[in-house]
């Protein structure tokens, strides 16, 4: 078997993940993030909408880093993209200040297939807002299903269940400070782990 660093194995649940994206490497990517946003909206209150719950620990980290004067809402989404193409949404926190002519930020944590955003993002134009732009801390590019994209995104990753920083596995994971991902199934690790 390959030779790995078995300080970097964890196990969640049923399976072992691998350390991807150290705290140090996230935080520095955060700060040239949180420059490029306070550069684009100079003046402009914008509002953070984060979604729940992945990217609250992402959304922490990155709006800390902010100088601009920001406010934000969580909101809950519920994907129920499994049997149509299509994809559908309901929103289960709603958001409970009028965005009408504000400039709103949508926080994710990851762009797989994009199904959610691209479900989600045409009920937020219903408010009217002035803008609406996307930051997400992960994209899958190749996994994209649909016409959305990430306006600020942290990394570009393959198609590997990641887990930490936010990002769960069937509910656990979550308040890994890094991130890890997934050993492929055949790969051999020691009892011992
Ligand atoms: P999308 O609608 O396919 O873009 O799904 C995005 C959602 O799927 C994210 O907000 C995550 O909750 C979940 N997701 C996608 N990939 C991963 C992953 O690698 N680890 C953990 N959650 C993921
Ligand atoms: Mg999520």
């Not at 209150?45 to 902010?66: E, H, Q, T």
């Not at 989600?120 to 219903?126: D, K, M, Q, R, S």
Request: aromatic residues 10%.
């Amino acid at each position: 078997m390959q030779s790995a660093n078995y300080h970097h194995i964890i196990k969640v649940h049923d399976r072992y993940f691998t350390l991807y994206i150290d705290r140090e490497t996230i935080h520095a990517r955060l700060t040239e993030m949180a420059r490029n946003i306070d550069a684009d909206y100079a003046g402009l209150n914008p509002k953070f909408l984060v979604v729940l719950n992945g990217s609250f620990i992402f959304a922490a980290d990155l709006l800390r880093l902010l100088r601009l004067d920001a406010d934000l809402s969580f909101i809950k989404l519920s994907s129920y993209a499994g049997t149509t193409t299509t994809g559908h949404v309901s929103m289960q926190l709603g958001i409970n200040e009028p965005l009408k002519d504000r400039h709103v930020i949508v926080v994710e944590d990851i762009i797989d297939t994009g199904l959610t955003l691209h479900s989600f993002v045409p009920i937020l134009w219903e408010q009217e807002p002035a803008s609406v732009k996307v930051v997400s801390l992960l994209v899958k590019p190749t996994a994209l299903r649909c016409d959305v994209r990430a306006d600020y995104h942290g990394f570009d990753i393959p198609e590997h269940f990641v887990v930490g920083y936010g990002l769960d596995y069937d509910g656990r994971g979550r308040n890994l400070e890094d991130i890890f991902r997934v050993v492929p199934d055949g790969f051999d690790l020691p009892d011992a782990v």
